[in-house]
């Protein structure tokens, strides 16, 4: 059993796979502050609950694959690999991982890992070229060419960083749920938002990916657009360039990185 595991900004993805299927995922809160020996009490407690591992932390993990945007989350899940997983191969995605993708940027090293780790698995899924889409503390779109390199993307302000900041600057608003509206046209202020929300960020999809896709091949339509995240939900039926949803992108992308890794270790 091989466990992935997806730091964001804001959350943390865990996903346990048999061979190539996912058999199991988990989703909690990104905590900067925890240190190694709390992130691996609560490895235990998740993964307790699994009927194929063992109650003993490591029992029945072969194998881990990590990737981290938040740099103190990674230390101190590298330390949990050292103290509790000693005997079991990891791969920590950072410079020098092999991924099997070019960067073709002005510096690489600059691009986060798990864009990265996305584009690997599209590359694998779907073949260029493709965008990915990635909802989540921020909404990025990334570029993958017909030969399968990584050239370059957009960032913009997530979702929910867009509704906490007009909770915070609106005098007269409040942080509101995230769901489609009855109606564009808002019937009241938490409705007006939803919509601003929902429709907005369609919108904003459908114009970057349209742009990006006309720079990214003389034919826009053989581009594929894969949506990821866990924010995707909210927009996959308002946009109308979304070929492809596929929530467990990035952990799949990790899985591929440990394959081509694992032997060199």
């Not at 988990?26 to 709390?38: G, L, N, P, V």
């Not at 009490?41 to 932390?57: A, I, N």
């Not at 996305?118 to 899924?125: C, F, I």
Request: aromatic fraction near 4%; charged fraction near 25%.
């Amino acid at each position: 059993m091989l466990l992935t595991i997806d730091v964001g900004n804001t959350h943390t993805t865990l996903g346990l796979f048999d061979g190539e299927d996912i058999v199991e995922h988990w989703r909690i809160s990104t905590d900067a502050r925890r240190t190694a020996d709390e992130l691996a009490v609560l490895l235990q407690g998740l993964m307790g609950m699994h009927p194929l591992l063992g109650d003993e932390l490591g029992d029945g993990i072969d194998g881990i694959a990590i990737c981290a945007t938040v740099p103190s989350v990674l230390h101190e899940l590298r330390e949990v690999t050292r103290r509790y997983y000693g005997d079991v191969p990891a791969v920590l995605v950072e410079p020098g991982v092999k991924t099997g993708v070019p960067i073709l940027t002005d510096n690489p090293k600059e691009v986060g890992a798990d864009r990265i780790i996305n584009a690997v698995a599209a590359v694998d899924l779907y073949g260029g070229p493709a965008i990915v889409v990635d909802f989540g503390t921020a909404t990025t779109f990334d570029a993958v060419s017909a030969r399968g390199e990584y050239i370059g993307g957009v960032i913009a302000p997530g979702i929910e960083i867009s509704v906490e900041a007009l909770g915070v600057r609106g005098a007269q608003l409040r942080k509101i749920e995230v769901a489609r509206p009855r109606s564009v046209i808002g019937k009241n202020t938490v409705e007006a938002m939803q919509s601003g929300i929902v429709y907005g960020f369609a919108g904003q999809v459908d114009g970057v990916v349209r742009r990006m896709a006309r720079e990214l091949s003389d034919d826009p339509e053989e581009v594929t657009v894969i949506a990821t995240g866990g924010l995707a939900p909210t927009v996959l039926g308002e946009s109308t360039v979304i070929d492809e949803h596929e929530p467990w992108l990035t952990l799949i992308g990790l899985r591929l990185v440990y394959e081509r890794n694992v032997s060199r270790m």
